[in-house]
T-cell receptor, first 115, second 111 residues
Framework: AQKITQTQPGMFVQEKEAVTLDCTYDTSDPSYGLFWYKQPSSGEMIFLIYQGSYDQQNATEGRYSLNFQKARKSANLVISASQLGDSAMYFCAMRVGEGAQKLVFGQGTRLTINP | DTAVSQTPKYLVTQMGNDKSIKCEQNLGHDTMYWYKQDSKKFLKIMFS???????INETVPNRFSPKSPDKAHLNLHINSLELGDSAVYFCASSEVYNEQFFGPGTRLTVL
């Protein structure tokens, strides 16, 4: 069965520091995609970054990068130079299936950036 | 310019009532979804439609009935609402294999 695990329920980081949010996944399907979403206190779900299982390079989008370690089945999100506006819930998700598409989400990590 | 919109944003109703949530996307995507986020923030897929055809029904009680009149709209109708249905319901859309774009969510409270 496909599963995403985020082991950090909450994290507190000082502004301007880098932060790594952990995500491990479990699937027997060789084709999958990994996503990170941000959910601020206002409630919307904001797409941050995507990594495909066959991608050779780690994905980067501005201050966000995805540390993809396929053998370890981990897909950690790294946020560089954190800002107060980064305080939010962060969800790791995996897309499974070639035909029917769905996202399986982890439990989320609440990130708080301290000034 | 809203990409995925949902109405209403808040819905407060009594147990036993029937209610609907509407979703529209203007991104031209073929696939639309309904997710439920519970009080612990856990998100779970409920349904997925591709070009108006149901392709995922994730063991949701049949009190929940999605309807897709066209590929830009996916509505969710809930019959005989129960206390446990209280949650935030998100609509989303995507192209195949790409990221899913989420609507703002509908917070349903059943009293």
């Amino acid at each position: 069965a496909q599963k995403i695990t985020q082991t950090q329920p909450g994290m507190f980081v000082q502004e301007k520091e880098a932060v790594t949010l952990d995500c491990t996944y479990d699937t027997s399907d060789p084709s999958y995609g990994l996503f990170w979403y941000k959910q601020p206190s206002s409630g919307e779900m904001i797409f941050l970054i995507y990594q495909g299982s066959y991608d050779q390079q780690n994905a980067t989008e501005g201050r966000y990068s995805l540390n993809f370690q396929k053998a370890r089945k981990s897909a950690n999100l790294v946020i560089s130079a954190s800002q107060l506006g980064d305080s939010a819930m962060y969800f790791c998700a995996m897309r499974v299936g070639e035909g029917a598409q769905k996202l399986v989400f982890g439990q989320g990590t609440r990130l708080t950036i301290n000034p | 310019d809203t990409a995925v919109s949902q109405t209403p944003k808040y819905l407060v109703t009594q147990m036993g009532n029937d209610k609907s949530i509407k979703c529209e996307q203007n991104l031209g995507h073929d696939t639309m979804y309904w997710y439920k986020q519970d009080s612990k923030k856990f998100l779970k897929i409920m349904f997925s439609y591709n070009n108006k055809e149901l392709i995922i029904n994730e063991t949701v009680p049949n009190r929940f009935s999605p309807k897709s009149p066209d590929k830009a709209h996916l509505n969710l109708h809930i019959n005989s609402l129960e206390l446990g249905d209280s949650a935030v319901y998100f609509c989303a859309s995507s192209e195949v294999y790409n990221e899913q774009f989420f609507g703002p969510g509908t917070r349903l409270t059943v009293l």
